[in-house]
């Protein structure tokens, strides 16, 4: 393969602009006109990972296939691409720090004062790279989290610096700012970019090209403006106007010319129009959806929607699938009691309880559990969902009413669910939970083996109690399978309630799989059965679903 391309994605004026949604519309542009590409994401925190991050601080940690617990916004790589990210795709600084310091200590700078430069930006540069050693791809889009003028991103910066100098036209620098709109003057203001630019050029870095996020369209006069003022290219000024959804971003970036722009700056040829059929049609499904239906997510962290990135992405796929809006009703586990919780659940069409940690809110989500078991509402539990839906069956039809999770309750005497056998030793917690694809095999004739169409899947990971297999024949004989089971460990993977229209509960995470090509077939099935669940009502003129 020729020389590896490199684009490396900065952010200015103000954090949470879309780094990564633009990042991946490029990249979504690039791939549909036949090259090969994958993004990174380079985080200045100093944890080795977000697997410790309350979701408050950083949203959704995102787990991929080969167990790296990773930032949110690989997600959207792996949604808008297809394509699975690895530990490779995304640094943090604490990992950059650690690989340094423990080369240290291994006396590989034996002799050497050791110092941010040269050899942290070094190992920033080896990591980046990393991806493009492997052979298998020809561009390689880099997010750098954060905003230009941040302290903790100042090692990043020059470490593109110093990829820029010694690649000249294999790199490319795209730089994501915003353009406010005054609405007391009715004008749109550029000096925030002009400052943005004018920071990091001080750093060395010229941006290639400048993507603005506005809420108004950018005239002709505001682009030779920035322009001139930021040393771009005036096609370089690329509007992102504010729009419906993530999904119209790489349609508009197609319209703003944003890949060609990009691949005249690395030298490459256009190769061919992208064929965007797929998530054309995508969209106009999105867009024009034949019925809708309200589905309760119940969890802990509500305030914050992040922390469900992917839960709430994949509703959006499966709703596509089966041309249906599906709208979300957030629900606060901590608000649902005995009191209140069939007034808060009476007008779902389905139920997701989400995953989790810590027993905050639990009783809620044993609560909404019930409430669809007894009302035959359709069903779905994810991890921390399950656990909670087996608790919830123990108490109710086994007539176990000490039955608890040791996560919670260490004591109790009738532990439903406990901790996994090597995670009873383990005393860090960075990295050490049951994370990855692992494979289970699933029961002929279930829920599960229906929406997937096969025997034996994988799926990926992220905890560390699993249901107590002590206590399975007493759940089979009252009426809870399980469905699908992981072949080496027996590891309870799938339950499902028999005498339930939908009612299936998983232990691991298929959000993370959902993409915009292939939507997950347990959230298909979901919200197809939520569908299915619709009973009409009489209004004064017509029959009406709710």
Known sequence: MANVKYIFVTGGVTSSLGKGIISSSLAKLLQARGYSV???????????????????????????????????????????????????????????????????????????????????????KRCVKLLG???????????????????????????????????????????????????????????????????????GVQPDVLVCRTEKPLTSELRRKLALFCNVKKEAVIESIDVETIYDVPLMMQKEHLDKVVL??????ARQEPELNHWNEFLSKLKNPTSEIRIGLVGKYIELKDAYK???????????????????????????????????LKMLHGIL??????????????????????????????????QCAMIEFAKSKLNLEEAHSTEFIETTR?????????????????????????????????????????????????????????????????????????????LVEIIEIKDHPWFVAVQFHPEYKSTVEKPHPLFVHFVKAAIDNRQPIKSKNSVVAV
């Open 38 to 124: 994958t993004i990174q994401k380079l985080d200045p925190y100093i944890n080795v990972d977000p697997g410790t991050l309350n979701p408050y601080e950083h949203g959704e940690c995102f787990v991929t296939e080969d167990g790296a617990e990773t930032d949110l916004d690989l997600g959207h790589y792996e949604r808008f691409l297809n394509v699975n990210c690895s530990q490779a795709n995304n640094v943090t600084t604490g990992r950059i720090y650690q690989n340094v310091i423990s080369k240290e200590r291994k006396g590989e700078y034996l002799g050497h004062t050791v110092q941010v430069i040269p050899h942290i930006t070094d190992e920033i």
């Open 133 to 203: 050693e492997t052979g298998d791809y020809e561009i390689i889009i880099t997010e750098i989290g954060g905003t230009v003028g941040d302290i903790e991103s100042l090692p990043y910066i020059e470490a593109v610096r110093q990829i820029e100098w010694e690649m000249g036209s294999d790199c490319a620098v795209i730089h994501l700012t915003l353009i406010p709109y005054l609405s007391a003057t009715g004008e749109l203001k550029t000096k925030p970019t002009q400052h943005s630019v004018k920071a990091l050029r001080e750093t």
């Open 264 to 269: 005249d700056k690395l030298k490459l040829p």
């Open 310 to 344: 992917s839960i709430s992405e994949a509703l959006i796929h499966a709703g596509v699938s089966n041309e249906a809006n599906v709208k979300i009703s957030w629900i606060h586990s901590e608000k649902l009691n005995a009191d209140t919780y069939q007034d808060s």
């Open 353 to 386: 309880v989400a995953p989790g940690f810590g027993d905050r809110g639990i009783d809620g989500k044993l609560y909404a559990v019930k409430y669809a078991r007894e009302n035959n509402i359709p069903f779905f539990g994810i991890c921390l969902g399950m």
């Open 414 to 490: 009738v532990p439903i669910i406990d901790l996994m056998e090597e995670q009873k030793k383990v005393t860090s917690k960075g990295g050490t939970m049951r994370l990855g694809a692992y494979d289970c095999e699933l029961k002929k004739d279930s829920l599960a083996h229906k929406a997937y169409g096969a025997s034996t899947i994988s799926e990926r990971h992220r905890h560390r109690y699993e249901v107590n297999n002590k206590y399975l024949n007493e759940f089979e004989k009252a009426g809870l399978t399980a469905t699908g089971i992981n072949p080496e460990s027996k």
